[in-house]
């Protein structure tokens, strides 16, 4: 859909005019053909572009546009790119459609397609000159996710739609410029030889067509698609876990929160299944993990307790780690946070997972913890799509840079954020799957676009001449994060093992909301963040389950 509506805006704009289906007769494209790609592209890819992906192959009726030839099918449509033919050998069928943006013509802007729209990708879009470039971006969600306050929508403290910010918002050129685009679609493969990317769009139950596969040429490409909830292979964990990377993870987990609360209240629920269904665990002992025990302690002393009177004393948190909580905040700070949260209910247990059941959970030593909510915060690894890359890897998996962010086996390629690692001969590394590490990278990253176009060197293949300037150099700011009850932690060290400033209790907390509330990205949503805060403080939180 939201192809259809950057189409139907741009035509408008071109003052072209889209054909109406005649009669039955003229019929969606309901296939693809077998495509041949050079090796660089991933076998994942290859196979996602198959002819048996749908059996049955219509002809379409075809529309052209403009001066420029756009020839698009029904569902598709490009305002400046001639949607490429694709010949099959079979007899039966006498042409065959894959819609396409193509590649850019001389004169015209270079096209910059960014994968992702994360903290990193949303920081590059936001700065880059779209006088020197158009830009694509593709990414199954059209927003940005504040994450460090997305713990706090769980339990009704802050709206969902304050932490997410519309990427159209955050860059409105892929809402006005007519060679611009936003596609709500994942990425399913990259052929770099072709500079190309394959992409396939993001399905709905109350969509009436399957999933629809295109491809969209590019000049230069920033891949920024982020990582997966890392669950080191244990069993059953993203069959019965909650994680909180999301805006609709956050709804789940509020909805199951809620639901259990109110079911134990129903008469027949027995004490045996009342304590399981008012248990939650927590699984990961970081920042994530920590800010949303002290979130859930916190609505249990100030909100159950009074709305939920029959089963308060029956609620309980337990957070479970291998190690020690928040492993890279100071020692006096970890110690701190152990002694608060124990303080405020939550149970802290040191162990390893070694099963997940639907109903209970099975530690290395044997025991077994029920539970009625699971909240699994374990860090992220590379995804499913990043393993799939045919380029150089990283430590750990992620996409290998250099020190300028650019993918070294590959011309035109840049990847940052948290799908992308320094390769091991740079001799720095790899940075930690942190929010500021992504921004700053980001925001390298524009002003290295930014001087490549000024000389000319945005279109493919041109830039090899040209300087990149000083290397990317990371400096860390410190880490904050809330343990509830209007206290959080504030560790000011540039790295675990220097010195510097630490502080913990009500003046880190004023600390920790003044500086989100200033980093949130538009003043719309500092606006909702800040009237959130203010009718939790007066009112509570709301308790409603809607859904």
């Not at 019929?27 to 050079?38: M, R, T, Y």
């Not at 991933?42 to 020839?71: D, H, M, T, W």
Request: proline share 4%.
């Amino acid at each position: 859909m939201a192809l259809v509506r950057a189409a139907r805006s741009s035509l408008r704009r071109s003052g072209g005019a889209v054909g109406i289906y005649a009669s039955e007769r003229n019929k969606f494209c309901e296939g693809i053909s077998s495509l041949s790609h050079p090796a660089s592209i991933s076998e994942n890819a290859v196979a996602g572009f198959n002819s048996s992906y749908i059996p049955s192959i219509q002809r379409i009726n075809e529309i052209s546009l403009g001066k420029r030839g756009v020839k698009f099918t029904p569902q598709y449509q490009f305002s400046h790119a001639q949607a490429q033919v694709v010949e099959d050998s079979d007899s039966e069928h006498e042409s065959l459609k894959c819609p396409s943006l193509e590649a850019t013509k001389p004169g015209e802007k270079p096209r910059v397609v960014v994968l992702g729209s994360g903290w990193a990708a949303c920081r590059f879009l936001k700065g880059i000159d779209t006088k020197l470039y158009d830009l694509v971006c593709i990414s199954p969600r059209n927003h940005m996710v504040f994450t460090p306050l997305l713990a706090s929508t769980c339990v009704g403290t802050l709206e969902f739609r304050s932490v997410a910010e519309p990427v159209s918002q955050i860059q409105k050129a892929l809402a006005k410029d007519p060679n611009s685009y936003f596609f709500l679609a994942s990425c399913s493969g990259v052929d770099t030889d072709k500079h190309e990317v394959y992409c396939e769009t993001v399905g709905d139950e109350g969509v009436p067509h399957e999933p629809y596969r295109f491809k969209v040429a590019y000049d230069k490409l920033v891949i920024a698609s982020g990582a997966d909830p890392l669950t080191f292979g244990i069993k059953g964990v993203r069959e019965n876990a909650f994680f909180l990377r999301e805006v609709y993870h956050a709804q789940e987990i509020r909805k199951k929160l809620l639901l259990n609360l109110m079911l134990s209240e129903n008469p027949g629920i027995s004490e045996e299944e009342k304590e399981r269904l008012l248990h939650c665990v927590v699984v990961g002992g970081g920042p994530t993990g920590v800010e949303f025990s002290g979130e859930l302690s916190d609505f249990i002393m100030r909100d159950v307790r009074q709305r939920y009177a029959h089963v308060k004393n029956y609620i309980r948190v337990t957070l479970i780690e291998a190690n020690e909580i928040l492993s890279s905040f100071d020692v006096g700070l970890r110690q701190y946070a152990t002694k608060h949260l124990t303080k405020v209910g939550v149970r802290l247990v040191r162990g390893v997972v070694k099963e997940v059941h639907p109903h209970k959970i099975v530690l290395s030593d044997g025991s077994d913890v029920p539970y009625g909510l699971l909240v699994w915060s374990t860090g992220v690894g590379p995804s499913e799509f990043v393993r799939s890359l045919n380029v150089p890897k990283s430590p750990g998996g992620r996409v290998g840079v250099d020190e300028w962010l650019r993918v070294p086996s590959v011309e035109d390629v840049f990847a940052l954020g948290d799908c992308a690692g320094f390769l091991e001969h740079t001799g720095k590394p790899v940075l930690p799957a942190l929010a500021q590490v992504a921004e700053r990278q980001g925001k390298y990253l524009v002003g290295l676009f930014n001087n490549i176009g000024k000389q000319n060197g945005g279109k493919a293949l041109a830039a090899k001449e040209i300087s990149l300037g000083d290397p990317f150099v990371y400096k860390h700011l410190g880490s904050m994060a809330s343990v509830g009850r209007y206290k959080a932690l504030v560790d000011l060290r540039q790295s675990k093992d220097e010195k510097g400033i630490s502080l913990a209790g009500f003046v880190s907390w004023f600390i920790w909301r003044s500086a989100y509330l200033t980093r949130v990205i538009s003043w719309r949503n500092r606006i909702y963040v800040a009237m959130n805060w203010a009718t939790t403080l007066v009112f509570g939180r709301d308790n409603t389950r809607i859904g």
